[in-house]
């Protein structure tokens, strides 16, 4: 068996912070941003969270994919910002939801996330453990931000996106994944809840901290590496591609990706200017936005792409 596609959705806070409004917090510009990222604006949660975006987002995939909440029988959140340590956000939406019928586990990878999370929903779908799996990337990344780092601060935003896989007959179709722990250190953010309870310690509150040049060049060079491992592994050529859909983390890492893999950036879509990095968000998002606006053919194939901490990255040759 394998999985096929057959509803997406999102959701985005309406509220926004444009880059003037960041340039209040700290020292940058609006042309200093866009020049080096693209970014315009990022949505920030206000009265959401993760778990409420996720639901909307969610709901919004179910009813595209005309699937029943009853009838899920997985559902797969990736986040690295749940509401909770436990339960997980998995359960929670589960509940919001009405799906009595499915199981649920959260995955952090990360910007990863959403392609480690579809990867698996083929994995179950393949041995024959799940039928209808519903797959969301949630993060309300503002709450882990150091809004006073203005190398990092600038680029995150907050979002939900989802999709729902349903069995059909078929092949599972190739993916990689990737980890190296050894440079986990480059983008990471301590937990909140480490700390020596018998010495009466407070919990600290930390914050995600980056090396952004150490994780720009992780990013262009182990992407389009990622995309040729997963195309060996078809009888298919970049050409053959109809879209690349990867994790929207800077324009200019796109840029590189699409200039080394000698294809045509129209072929990279982006929508990062107005949303910024929203992790394992920005693909399920994007993703959702080409399907709602028909851009997404039936037969066409897609590469799915993420990368971030971890450090992590993988791809996923879809087929819609
Ligand atoms: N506004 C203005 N100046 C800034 C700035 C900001 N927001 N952030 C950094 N600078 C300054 C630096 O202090 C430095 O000044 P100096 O030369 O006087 O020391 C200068 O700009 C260049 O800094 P640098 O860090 O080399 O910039 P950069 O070109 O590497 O761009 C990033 C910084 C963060 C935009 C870039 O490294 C990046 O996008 N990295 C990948 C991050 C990422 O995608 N993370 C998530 C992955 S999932």
Same mark, same amino acid.
């Given at each position: 068996?394998?999985?096929?596609?057959?509803?997406?959705? #999102?959701?985005?806070?309406?509220?926004?912070?444009?880059? &003037?409004?960041?340039? *209040?917090?700290?020292?940058?510009?609006?042309?200093?941003?866009?020049?080096?990222?693209?970014?315009?604006?990022? &949505?920030?949660?206000?009265?959401?969270?993760?778990?409420?975006?996720?639901?909307?987002?969610?709901?919004?995939?179910?009813?595209?994919?005309?699937?029943?909440?009853?009838?899920?029988?997985?559902?797969?959140?990736?986040?690295?910002?749940?509401?909770?340590?436990?339960?997980?956000?998995?359960?929670?939406?589960? *509940?919001?939801?009405?799906?009595?019928?499915?199981?649920?586990?959260?995955?952090?990878? /990360?910007?990863?996330?959403?392609? $480690?999370? =579809?990867?698996?929903?083929?994995?179950?779908?393949?041995?024959?453990?799940?039928?209808?799996?519903?797959?969301?990337?949630?993060?309300?990344?503002?709450?882990?931000?150091?809004?006073?780092?203005?190398?990092?601060?600038?680029?995150?935003?907050?979002?939900?996106? /989802?999709?729902?896989?349903?069995?059909?007959?078929?092949?599972?179709?190739?993916?990689?994944? &990737?980890?190296?722990?050894?440079?986990?250190?480059?983008?990471?953010?301590?937990?909140?809840?480490?700390?020596?309870?018998?010495?009466?310690?407070?919990?600290?509150?930390? $914050?995600? #901290?980056?090396?952004?040049?150490?994780?720009?060049?992780?990013?262009?060079?182990?992407?389009?590496?990622?995309?040729?491992?997963?195309?060996?592994?078809?009888?298919?050529? /970049?050409?053959?591609?109809?879209?690349?859909?990867?994790?929207?983390?800077?324009?200019?890492?796109?840029?590189?990706?699409? *200039?080394?893999?000698?294809?045509?950036?129209?072929?990279?879509?982006?929508?990062?200017?107005? =949303?910024?990095?929203? #992790?394992?968000? #920005?693909?399920?998002?994007?993703?959702?936005?080409?399907?709602?606006?028909?851009?997404?053919?039936?037969?066409?194939?897609?590469?799915?792409?993420?990368?971030?901490?971890?450090?992590?990255?993988?791809?996923?040759?879809?087929?819609?």
């Amino acid at each position: 068996m394998v999985g096929k596609i057959c509803g997406t959705g #999102s959701y985005v806070p309406e509220n926004y912070y444009d880059n &003037h409004d960041i340039a *209040k917090l700290v020292d940058t510009s609006d042309e200093w941003i866009r020049e080096r990222t693209g970014i315009v604006r990022r &949505h920030i949660v206000k009265d959401d969270t993760t778990v409420s975006m996720a639901v909307k987002a969610a709901k919004a995939a179910l009813e595209n994919g005309a699937v029943k909440a009853e009838e899920l029988d997985l559902i797969l959140v990736a986040t690295i910002t749940p509401n909770h340590i436990t339960p997980g956000m998995a359960c929670e939406v589960q *509940k919001e939801l009405g799906a009595v019928n499915a199981a649920g586990f959260d995955m952090s990878a /990360a910007c990863s996330g959403f392609v $480690f999370a =579809y990867n698996t929903a083929q994995a179950y779908i393949a041995a024959g453990v799940c039928k209808t799996v519903l797959i969301i990337g949630s993060e309300s990344l503002s709450n882990i931000v150091n809004w006073e780092d203005r190398g990092s601060c600038i680029l995150f935003g907050d979002g939900a996106g /989802a999709a729902v896989i349903r069995a059909e007959d078929g092949e599972i179709k190739p993916c990689v994944m &990737h980890s190296d722990g050894v440079k986990g250190e480059v983008l990471a953010c301590e937990s909140r809840h480490q700390r020596d309870w018998q010495k009466k310690e407070e919990a600290k509150e930390t $914050f995600l #901290s980056m090396d952004g040049k150490e994780v720009f060049k992780f990013a262009v060079k182990k992407v389009p590496e990622v995309i040729t491992e997963l195309l060996e592994k078809t009888e298919y050529t /970049a050409e053959d591609m109809d879209w690349f859909i990867l994790h929207q983390a800077n324009q200019r890492i796109i840029e590189s990706v699409a *200039k080394r893999m000698k294809v045509d950036i129209d072929k990279f879509p982006m929508n990062i200017s107005e =949303y910024g990095n929203t #992790s394992s968000a #920005s693909i399920p998002i994007l993703l959702d936005e080409m399907n709602r606006s028909g851009k997404l053919k039936k037969g066409q194939k897609l590469i799915l792409a993420g990368f971030g901490a971890g450090l992590s990255w993988g791809a996923t040759l879809v087929e819609w």
